[in-house]
T-cell receptor, first 111, second 112 residues
Framework: GEDVEQSLFLSVREGDSSVINCTYT??????LYWYKQEPGAGLQLLTYIFSNMDMKQDQRLTVLLNKKDKHLSLRIADTQTGDSAIYFC???????????FGTGTKLQVIP | DGGITQSPKYLFRKEGQNVTLSCEQN?????MYWYRQDPGQGLRLIYYSQIVNDFQKGDIAEGYSVSREKKESFPLTVTSAQKNPTAFYLC???????????FGEGSRLTVL
């Protein structure tokens, strides 16, 4: 079945850039997503990229997709303490877009 | 997301009891999902439904049941057969054509 993998933890200093990485196995993925989860809350969609794109930029967020290596990354520029959260990578494939999530990466921003 | 309401937010249950978690949406989306979240394990799919009166098992359906009598509602029952029910439960909706999932705020179930 589909599998999505992420590292569990990342720590950065406020003002630095954060890069969260993800690998996936399903070559038929059509959408790749990044979600953010704050403590005790649901998941909030940050951004997504179609599988036929290499890069997408949205303000402080940059998503890079290497489809050959099935590698997705999320770069957060000028990381702030409010960015501290768990970030989930997810991929969608299939006619009804069943979405498979990674384990989540906990981002800690040190003031 | 303001269009998806999960209740209750916190629920405590004694062993051997069934409990039902509510998920209601006003986004008029066809597909609805239930996920379970445990620390370090990400989200695992319990059940999903694409249309009214139809639903499918996800990866960890044992010990759970659902119904989809209305488009707006997709309640999840955690039965006494679920061996380890303490978890954070998330409901999500999606347009039938696909795309992003929109999540509710979650329900935290604790078995005493």
């Amino acid at each position: 079945g589909e599998d999505v993998e992420q590292s569990l933890f990342l720590s950065v200093r406020e003002g630095d850039s954060s890069v969260i990485n993800c690998t996936y196995t399903d070559s038929s993925s059509t959408y790749l997503y990044w979600y953010k989860q704050e403590p005790g809350a649901g998941l909030q969609l940050l951004t997504y990229i179609f599988s036929n794109m290499d890069m997408k930029q949205d303000q402080r967020l940059t998503v890079l997709l290497n489809k050959k290596d099935k590698h997705l990354s999320l770069r957060i520029a000028d990381t702030q303490t409010g960015d501290s959260a768990i970030y989930f990578c997810a991929e969608g494939s299939g006619g009804y877009q069943k979405v498979t999530f990674g384990t989540g990466t906990k981002l800690q921003v040190i003031p | 997301d303001g269009g998806i309401t999960q209740s209750p937010k916190y629920l405590f249950r004694k062993e051997g009891q069934n409990v039902t978690l509510s998920c209601e949406q006003n986004l008029n989306h066809d597909a609805m999902y239930w996920y379970r979240q445990d620390p370090g394990q990400g989200l695992r799919l319990i059940y999903y439904s694409q249309i009214v009166n139809d639903f499918q098992k996800g990866d960890i359906a044992e010990g759970y049941s659902v119904s989809r009598e209305k488009k707006e509602s997709f309640p999840l029952t955690v039965t006494s057969a679920q061996k380890n029910p303490t978890a954070f439960y998330l409901c999500a909706v999606q347009r039938l054509q696909g795309g992003e999932l929109f999540f509710g705020e979650g329900s935290r179930l604790t078995v005493l």
